[in-house]
T-cell receptor, first 115, second 113 residues
Framework: AQKVTQAQTEISVVEKEDVTLDCVYE???????LFWYKQPPSGELVFLIR??????QNEISGRYSWNFQKSTSSFNFTITASQVVDSAVYFC????????????FGKGTKLTVNP | DTAVSQTPKYLVTQMGNDKSIKCEQNLGHDTMYWYKQDSKKFLKIMFS???????INETVPNRFSPKSPDKAHLNLHINSLELGDSAVYFCASSQGRTRETQYFGPGTRLLVL
């Protein structure tokens, strides 16, 4: 069964600081996908990134970057120069290609960016 | 141009009542889902349908019954509502049942009094 751990329950930073949200997952599957979603205070779930387990290249999208380390089963998310609008709960979620085919969410990390 | 929509957005009802939540997607996806998010923000899948066929049915009380009249719609009917059913219910859809990105609706906040 899949399992995902987001050890940081809450993080508080000041605007313009860089912040990294950790995600460690467990899976027995050789092929899987990893996702990050954002849930701002308004409540909707916003897709951020999907990563294939075969692709270990880091990804950068504007101020967002993701570091995938298959050897340590981690898929960490970094926000550079954080802004107040980044305040949200961030969820990491692995999904296997076979078996249960479920998207399993971590408990989320609540990020607060203070002005 | 809403991709995944849910109605209603808010639902306040008494214990014992029966209620339905509707979901529609206009993305042309073939797979739809229901998730429940509890008060601690924990998100858990309840059901999944692929081409109107039930493919995931988690340990959910029988009082919850999903229905998919077509690929674009997935409704959730809840009988005999209980206090513990209070939560936010999210509908999602994806093209394919395994690796594709799931896109979520805005959520339905259910409060059972």
């Amino acid at each position: 069964a899949q399992k995902v751990t987001q050890a940081q329950t809450e993080i508080s930073v000041v605007e313009k600081e860089d912040v990294t949200l950790d995600c460690v997952y467990e899976t027995r599957d050789t092929t899987y996908y990893l996702f990050w979603y954002k849930q701002p205070p308004s409540g909707e779930l916003v897709f951020l990134i999907r990563r294939n387990s075969f692709d270990e290249q880091n990804e950068i999208s504007g101020r967002y970057s993701w570091n995938f380390q298959k050897s340590t089963s981690s898929f960490n998310f970094t926000i550079t120069a954080s802004q107040v609008v980044d305040s949200a709960v961030y969820f990491c979620a692995p999904r296997t290609q076979g078996g249960s085919e479920k998207l399993v969410f971590g408990k989320g990390t609540k990020l607060t960016v203070n002005p | 141009d809403t991709a995944v929509s849910q109605t209603p957005k808010y639902l306040v009802t008494q214990m014992g009542n029966d209620k339905s939540i509707k979901c529609e997607q206009n993305l042309g996806h073939d797979t739809m889902y229901w998730y429940k998010q509890d008060s601690k923000k924990f998100l858990k899948i309840m059901f999944s349908y692929n081409n109107k066929e039930l493919i995931i049915n988690e340990t959910v009380p029988n009082r919850f019954s999903p229905k998919s009249p077509d690929k674009a719609h997935l409704n959730l009917h809840i009988n005999s509502l209980e206090l513990g059913d209070s939560a936010v219910y999210f509908c999602a859809s994806s093209q394919g049942r395994t690796r594709e990105t799931q896109y979520f609706g805005p959520g339905t906040r259910l409060l059972v009094l």
